[in-house]
């Protein structure tokens, strides 16, 4: 018995037997076939990085469905007889790359590149649904509405999207900014062939019993097959009944228990059907919840089961409702609490499921009391169909709406609570209602009943309805330990007046319209503006040329680290990591009565360390750290032992499994607070020189003032990078001791020397190699450094390859992110609202171990200086506590400084009730004040933009029409406020020393080395237009197309030296300029051929030349700061408008501006990608992500359900930016200026 499928028109047979039915889809694609196009970011069905169009013949109806499903949690031999396609599939290099690659490569919708094989798979699949009707701009913004992107912000990805919707206007697409030539087209005719024919004729079933995956056809053969294994239950034989498996997303152990046999009840013919009935419509419980969606819409005489499918369409992503099934939904929510939609809105429709019991036979019970029953039995109780009843007959008017709020409005997120009403209304007085709440934290969704009995035969009055919501309020009571309780329960009463005002007979008539509440309104379509300068000066430096690798990102075929082929023999590891912030360490064994895989051959732990290394995991400047824990954890998350078996996912699986002993007993208590360290001098040293200078006297300036602020406090928390590749590396040991590490790092220089350091090696005998790596933002500095490490010290112990791909939870628990902090302070300021004088104590939360965080006092106070303080002094702590060390994470401590600084303002203009924007404007820097505080970094007077910035971008954003409309809004609006702010930033930049290598191959074709590495930010693209301009000043025929003849690749630490890190937001520009110089260098050599030839010379030609005359064509060089100044600033503005939904609190950007000064851009496209990458990652900050830890530090918000990045939904629905060409700036790189980190500024 086989399994047959096809995975990009290939054919695939497995022996059925030689499977292991836990096996995934995404594993199959990842580690045992060719297409490696399928990327693992989450594995828990959250992100959409593993999208694939699944495609289904229907041998009966003669047709192809086709939809998408995320293959980290679809198992291997649920797609029996089912074609896979992979972005590579739609098109490649080989090929031809499919035109959703050229557009998303076209829109420069692809930074680190790591998602966009998934999007393109979801934008293809949304296409294909709409062939038989037209492709909408509303569809466009929803087709990859469940995919994370961390790097771009969503619009340009969006605007790819809309570029195929039959009613989009081409000319508002942001691909108009810079490309004015038709958009690569699309022939919707041509279709890739998503079914290959010879599957058709391989139809058949495997319902055989005799392997441990089995597919029954019908009840009655599920029967016989359930007795028969009931009967071998009596020797322990466990059974697993799977429907799509997208609840493993949620209940991830379940994926590492054994089950002896896997029941597959999709093809039972009676649990797959829907049929509408004379009382409602009876729903299969394998039918998947996009199938329940269209079917719902259809019958259209139920308006309520237009509004069940409306809500269900918020529930998880669509390549998960494609799989995922109503029953499975269901059968989550009664077994295992799960905080299910489905549950809440079925208990308000009166729904009723029939269930099929091997003990109790059939058996029908009303929703409510399957979900109040005792949990199924696992494979004993087998839920058949769902009822749901018709009520549109019924001679009373029905009222029905349903509610969820949650991080975003338009699903991908579990909700904070779900509600769903239904009312039997005559003559506005309530005959009888239904009232369910869930997901609140309670076992399962629940009816009000107390509240529904309250409320039946009343007319709703002011008194009626505050006394139910009184009464709810005793109901509605989420379990001690939820998160966020209090938001949650205040959640419900506002739901319930929503629905019940309209009823409402007032007793006392509000003339400021306090009942008016308007319906919750779907989300404003997305647009946006761009406005870029195109310099052609240094033609092609300044175009906007497309991302180099773009369309090979799109398709998959790029190359990461976790998808260079494994080497024979190769293992693999996942981390063990302390649970305790400070203990001794007895010993690490696996649980009690766990299955260890058989695969697992070593747990690598510091006494592997070999003779000679020392147990170092990180070497930088600030000094060295620890690879494992030794004798006491330091922290929660510390690196413990390496776990290595035989493939990743026995690794991790045993890693789940180990148990380490801990004493904490006679030691002192962790630190675990910043207070509590400062009481305890655990204090690091912040060396003077990175110690930032204090700005005239406070004293005096306190003294000056009208007003103070005594000691008010702020605190801010953490962020996680999540960058959509997780921490990864490659070791290789090879010949004479020495080893080869490909590592997803921003900081080869510093992996090389750490892997030396720790293996006792010369550094001769090292090399690490990084090509591409997933997404940094600083996560990939110092933290990938202890993880190349481990491997490397496995590598060299057990002699063989040790890759490892870190999970997300561990990354998340190990990796952490932003530094915490507490700031008190003190300022003091005129009536009119000058500042006079600024006194701040900080105190930083820097974890366990130093890392970088000497840099953030410093970067603290570069962005907080960006208005005149008067007088500014502070004290700055760096605590050491016995949390995980803090790395430095995009605008390290400057986005905390611009908050600071934005928060006193705030509070200023509050106390004196003015206008914030009137308190910054007063504020703002002259350029004396800018030169007092900036000191050299200021640079000359008509480099000082941002005053004039300030102004344009008021004018250009409509600032002060606004502020008075959203006036206007918040006096007539009681349940909606909105509010607008202009913000302005300082961002100082250094530059710092960074190598490059440029040479010329026989062809002509010239080859690129450079020290930085390539995040997603363009580096690569930026280097390539350099060294086209810079070796095109030899103008000769055939340079002005001399960049397509150019490859930046990979870095080597053995070839390129002195590396550096990628870091700061100045690594392009620093590589760009070591290309400049090593061309320099090349172009001094090539003159004199020209100058012979004495007339027009073509490129190839005069490179076969030099190659004849042994002209060396490689040149190196090292670009070092000192010939510029190293230091200077940054401007951006920005305007957001906001409006939040009182009941909900549900936030919406409405609109925002920004205005960024790039100097003259090297590449507008990539700078504004840069820009609004940036803004969409601080709004996560502010706005969304929630970094919880539990009382001893361990990250609580540690996977896709609980961390909520921005999504296409949460991004400002006005989406404006306008890039300003500040002019020449002699000493900077071509004039250009720095775009990666300092526009996260702007979100503040
Ligand atoms: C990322 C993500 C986000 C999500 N967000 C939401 C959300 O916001 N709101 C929401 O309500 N849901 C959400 N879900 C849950 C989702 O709806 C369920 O995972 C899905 O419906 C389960 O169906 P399945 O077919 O995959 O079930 P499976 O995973 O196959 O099965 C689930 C469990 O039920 C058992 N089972 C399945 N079918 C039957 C049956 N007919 N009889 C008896 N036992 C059965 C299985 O043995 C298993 O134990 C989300 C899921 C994911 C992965
Ligand atoms: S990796 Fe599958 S959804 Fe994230
Ligand atoms: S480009 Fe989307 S995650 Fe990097």
Not at 366 to 387: A, N, R
Not at 773 to 801: S, Y
Request: with cysteine.
């Amino acid at each position: 018995m086989s399994l047959v499928f096809a995975i990009n028109g290939q054919r695939f047979e497995l022996a059925l037997s030689s499977v292991d039915p836990s096996t995934t889809l995404l594993e199959f694609l990842r580690y045992q076939s060719p297409f490696k196009s399928v990327k693992l970011s989450c594995g828990e069905g959250g992100c959409g990085a593993c999208v694939v169009l699944l495609s289904r013949y229907d041998p009966v109806l003669q047709n192809v469905e086709d939809f998408t499903v995320s293959s980290c949690l679809t198992l291997l031999c649920s797609i029996n007889h089912c074609s896979i396609t992979t972005s590579e599939g739609l098109g490649n290099s080989r090929e031809g790359f499919h035109t959703i690659h050229n557009r998303l490569s076209g829109f420069h919708a692809s930074q680190c590149g790591f998602c966009t094989p998934g999007m393109s798979v979801s934008l293809f699949s949304a296409l294909l649904d709409s062939s038989s009707s037209e492709f909408t701009v509303l569809e466009a913004e929803k087709a990859v509405s469940g995919n994370l992107c961390r790097c771009t912000g969503y619009r340009p990805i969006v605007d790819a999207c809309k570029s195929f919707a039959a009613d989009v206007d081409i000319e508002d697409l942001g691909f108009n900014s810079f490309c004015k030539n038709s958009l690569p087209p699309f022939d919707s005719e041509k279709r890739v062939c998503s079914f290959p024919e010879f599957l058709k004729d391989e139809m058949k079933s495997i319902d055989s019993g005799m392997h441990r995956w089995c597919s029954p056809g019908s009840v009655e053969e599920l029967q016989r097959l359930l007795q028969g294994a009931r009967k071998a239950n009596s020797v322990g034989l466990s059974v697993k009944l799977v429907a799509g498996n997208t609840s493993t997303g949620y209940y991830k152990d379940e994926r590492d228990r054994h089950y002896d046999k896997y029941v597959d009840i999709t093809r039972i013919r009676e649990m797959k059907e829907i049929r509408e009935t004379q009382n409602g419509v009876e729903i299969g419980a394998v039918v998947t919840i996009s199938k329940v969606i269209a079917a719902l819409k259809e019958i259209r005489v139920e308006k309520m089961f237009g509004k069940l499918a409306a809500h269900m369409e918020k529930i998880a992503a669509r390549f998960i409702r494609n799989f995922g099934s109503i029953g499975g939904n269901l059968v989550m929510a009664q077994r295992k609490q799960f905080p299910s939609d489905m549950a809440t809105i079925l208990l308000a429709a009166g729904a009723s499921v029939n269930i099929m019991s091997l003990s109790r036979g059939l058996e029908k019970v009303t929703l409510e009391q399957f979900l109040q029953g005792p949990p199924l039995e696992d494979y004993y109780d087998l839920v058949l169909t769902i009822e749901i009843p018709f009520w549109h007959h019924r001679s009373s008017e029905l009222l029905f709406e349903t509610y969820r709020a949650a991080p975003r409005p338009n699903g991908s997120a579990l909700a904070y609570l779900n509600a769903a009403f239904l009312a039997q209304v005559k003559d506005r007085m309530v005959i009888n209602c239904r009232l369910a709440f869930g997901a609140y934290g309670t076992k399962h969704a629940i009816r009000c009943k107390e509240v529904e009995e309250f409320l039946s035969g009343k007319l709703i009055t002011d008194n009626v309805l505050s006394e139910a919501i009184t009464l709810l309020g005793k109901s509605v009571v989420p379990q001690e330990g939820t998160s966020n309780l209090a938001y949650r329960s205040s959640l419900a009463p506002g739901f319930l007046f929503n629905f019940f005002h309209s009823l409402i007979i007032t007793e006392k008539p509000s003339s400021n319209g306090y009942y008016h509440l308007d319906q919750p309104k779907p989300l404003p379509m997305l647009s946006s503006s761009q406005h870029v300068p195109i310099n052609d000066e240094y033609f092609p430096v300044g175009e906007p040329v497309t991302k180099s690798g773009a369309s090979l990102q799109a398709s998959g075929e790029a190359v990461y680290v976790d998808d260079i082929p494994a080497p024979a023999n190769c293992l693999y590891g996942a981390f063990i990591y302390s649970t305790k912030p400070y203990a001794k360490v007895k010993g690490i064994s696996f649980k009690e009565n766990s299955v260890v895989p058989d695969g697992v051959l070593a747990v690598i732990s510091y006494k592997d360390v070999p003779k000679g290394g020392q147990n170092i995991g990180l070497k930088f400047s600030f000094g060295t750290e620890p690879l494992f824990a030794e004798d006491f954890t330091l922290h929660v998350g510390q690196c413990i032992a390496l776990v290595v078996a035989d493939t990743q996912r026995h690794a991790d699986t045993a890693a789940n499994l180990a148990l380490v002993e801990y004493e904490t007993e006679d030691l002192e208590p962790p630190i675990l607070s910043v207070e509590d360290a400062v009481k305890k001098s655990s204090l690091f040293e912040i060396y003077p020189f990175l110690y930032p200078q204090q700005v005239g006297d406070t004293s005096k300036g306190m003294s000056e003032a009208d007003h103070r602020i005594i000691s008010s406090e702020i605190r801010l928390g953490s962020q996680y990078f999540f960058y959509m590749e997780t921490q990864t590396a490659l070791a290789v040991p090879d010949e004479d001791s020495s080893i080869v590490v490909y590592s997803s790092c921003q900081t080869p220089q510093y992996v090389h020397s750490s892997v030396a350091a720790c293996l006792g090696i010369p550094e001769n005998k090292v090399r690490i190699i990084t090509r591409r790596v997933g997404g940094g933002f600083g996560g990939k500095a110092v933290k990938a450094m202890p993880v190349a490490t481990a491997c490397a010290v496995a590598a060299n112990k057990l002699q063989r390859p040790v890759r490892t791909y870190v999970n997300r939870k561990t990354d998340m628990i190990m990796t952490g992110g932003r530094h915490p902090m507490k700031i008190t302070y003190s300022v003091g300021f005129k009536s009119t609202g000058k500042i006079t004088a600024l006194e701040l104590e900080i105190l930083i939360d820097a974890g366990a171990t130093l890392g970088l965080s000497m840099l953030i006092p410093s970067n603290i106070i570069g962005a907080l200086k960006k208005y005149n303080w008067g007088a500014l002094s502070f004290d700055f702590k760096l605590c050491k506590t016995n949390l995980l060390s803090k790395a430095i994470m995009r605008a390290p401590g400057d986005v905390q400084g611009t908050y600071i600084a934005e928060a006193i303002i705030e509070n200023v203009a509050s106390s004196l009730s003015l206008e914030a924007d009137t308190i910054r404007k007063i504020n703002l820097h002259t350029y004396d004040s800018l030169a007092l505080f900036y000191k050299d970094g200021a640079g000359e007077p008509h480099e000082y933009t941002l005053s004039s910035m300030w102004d344009k971008l008021g004018v250009s954003s409509n600032f002060e029409e606004r502020v008075s409309i959203v006036r206007e809004f918040n006096e007539s609006n009681i349940w909606r406020k909105r509010g607008i702010s202009r913000v302005p930033i300082i961002y100082p930049v250094s530059m710092f020393a960074t190598p490059g290598r440029v040479s010329v191959l026989s062809d002509g074709t010239v080859v690129v080395e450079v020290g930085g590495i390539e995040l997603g930010q363009g580096l690569w693209t930026k280097v390539k237009q350099m060294a086209g301009y810079a070796l095109g000043l030899l103008q000769c025929d055939g340079t002005e197309e001399l960049v397509d003849k150019i490859r930046v690749v990979q870095s080597d630490t053995l070839s390129m030296v002195q590396g550096n890190f990628t870091g700061g937001s100045t690594t392009s520009e620093g590589s760009c300029a070591a290309v400049r110089l090593c061309c320099e260098t090349l172009v001094k050599r090539l003159k004199p051929l020209i100058e012979k030839s004495g007339g027009p010379i073509s490129w190839n030609n005069l490179i076969s030349q030099a190659y004849a005359q042994s002209v060396n064509l490689s040149a190196s060089d090292l670009y070092t700061p000192e010939e510029t100044p190293t230091q200077y600033l940054n401007y951006g503005v920005a305007v957001s408008e906001v409006e939040i939904d009182l009941v909900t609190g549900q936030t919406t950007v409405l609109q925002t501006d920004i205005l960024y000064d790039s100097g003259k851009s090297l590449n507008p496209a990539v700078d504004l990608g840069q820009i609004e990458g940036a803004f969409v990652q601080g709004l996560g900050f502010f706005m969304l992500e929630e970094y919880i830890k539990d009382s001893e530090g361990l990250l609580l918000t540690d996977s896709t359900w609980t961390y909520k990045i921005p999504t296409v939904d949460t991004i400002p629905r006005q989406f404006n930016v306008e890039i300003l060409n500040s002019g020449h700036h002699e000493k900077r790189v071509l004039s250009s200026k720095a775009s990666g980190e300092p526009p996260l500024l702007l979100a503040a």
